[in-house]
């Protein structure tokens, strides 16, 4: 089984649901591209509702952890790109109920002017490391 140090050490600012380090030590890395808030037949789920569209993005990331034998568990790092950071609070309260909040990954957050879609408002990455 994969050894994860989740860190925030003192000498960096305080994190807000996320670690500013994961030491990993063995495992097999799983990388998810970016997810967006599509369905299985490639239509939009919640047109210019962006919780429904994270919603729909968590679900796609825990499809593709499934699939790759991971689980969120094993997630060691995350990477979001909103259309609108003013939504963060949205995004966290949805990203809590998928995360052990007592050892968040990693993460980044990035405020971008339009995505593959003007429709889609949020796409998320993932690194997870497995047995």
């Known amino acids: 089984m994969p050894e994860r140090r989740f860190l925030s ?15 990993v030590r063995g495992g097999r890395f799983v990388y998810i591209s970016g ?27 825990t499809a593709a952890l499934q699939a790759a034998g991971a689980s969120w568990s094993d997630v060691v790092k995350l ?20 995360l052990d909040t007592e050892h968040p990954p990693a993460s980044t957050l990035v405020e971008v002017s339009g995505l593959f879609r003007d429709d889609v408002l949020i796409e998320i990455e993932a690194v997870a490391v497995a047995d």
């Open 35 to 61: 997810q967006v808030p599509l369905d299985t037949e490639g239509r939009l789920v919640g047109p210019g509702d962006f919780e429904a569209q994270t919603r729909r993005v968590f679900a796609n990331l």
């Open 9 to 23: 050490p003192d000498t960096l600012p305080a994190p807000f649901g996320y670690s500013h380090i994961v030491d």
């Open 79 to 98: 990477t979001y790109f909103l259309r609108d950071v003013g939504n963060v609070v949205a995004l966290r309260a949805i990203r809590d109920e998928y």
